[in-house]
């Protein structure tokens, strides 16, 4: 009798220790769904630039006064920088907070990065990653511009094409070498590698725009390889038209 007394503890022991790995797995792979459901709607982590400390209006932005986070895409403002390249150097006017996102409306408003004016019914100011080096430490405020757009990959390989043309540009300042300076470290680093026209840009560019337009190019900072402007001379008005070329020319 004692034995098989034994016998039922013991396989009642082991049912019991079998129905809790059964669970425990169960649970695991709940845990793992619900992760992957809550991955997708919150969407790909993208790079955000983030105050590191209590930063009072008019303090301009050093290298170790910020960071670079990764946070899911939809809990990324729309005008939060990735970048803080395009941050370093530039004057708060609205005090950020510990761990508040950068974004555009910290710096100056629309009418001082104009110089005092009024932007028109339908126009937009955007801020643009730029290539071309020294080529354009001369480009004044007021010059007229064209916009090129290169990307990579495709059918035939990539290709060339003006986005915007005769476009207004507000303002131009040359990117801070911020990448590895400071406190940033190797996140900022990171991000200011990553692939898109921010990773080649070498100056920031303000552009006087339409919406339409401005939706355009700022995809183009992000998914783009690179992106440069064509200064035009001041007499000139002519259209460009729809202008492309690859590999082949």
């Not at 990171?190 to 990773?199: C, K, L, P, R």
């Not at 035009?232 to 729809?242: A, L, M, N, Y």
């Amino acid at each position: 009798m004692r034995a098989l007394a034994l016998k039922q503890r013991l396989r009642r022991g082991l049912a019991f220790l079998v129905a809790s790995v059964v669970l425990a797995a169960f649970a695991v792979a709940e845990v793992e769904r619900r992760t992957r459901a809550a991955d997708e709607i919150a969407g790909p982590r993208l790079p955000l630039v983030r105050a590191v400390r209590d930063l009072p209006p008019g303090s301009r932005l050093r290298p170790s006064d910020v960071a670079v986070v990764g946070v899911p895409a939809s809990f990324a403002p729309p005008s939060a920088f990735s970048d803080p390249r395009l941050v370093i150097g530039r004057r708060l006017r609205a005090p950020l907070l510990r761990g508040d996102p950068v974004t555009v409306a910290a710096f100056a408003s629309q009418q001082s990065a104009r110089g005092g004016r009024s932007l028109a019914p339908g126009q937009r100011l955007l801020e643009l990653p730029v290539a071309g080096g020294s080529a354009l430490d001369s480009v004044a405020a007021g010059a007229r511009v064209d916009v090129l757009v290169s990307v990579e990959g495709g059918v035939d390989g990539g290709r060339t094409e003006v986005a915007v043309e005769n476009a207004e540009l507000a303002a131009l300042r040359p990117l801070a070498a911020a990448a590895g300076d400071g406190e940033l470290g190797e996140r900022s680093t990171a991000s200011a590698s990553d692939d898109g026209a921010g990773a080649r840009a070498t100056h920031l560019a303000t552009l006087v725009v339409s919406t339409r337009d401005a939706v355009s190019l700022t995809a183009a900072a992000v998914f783009a390889r690179e992106v440069r402007l064509l200064v035009r001379p001041d007499s000139d008005e002519r259209p460009v038209g729809p202008l492309a070329a690859g590999p082949g020319g």
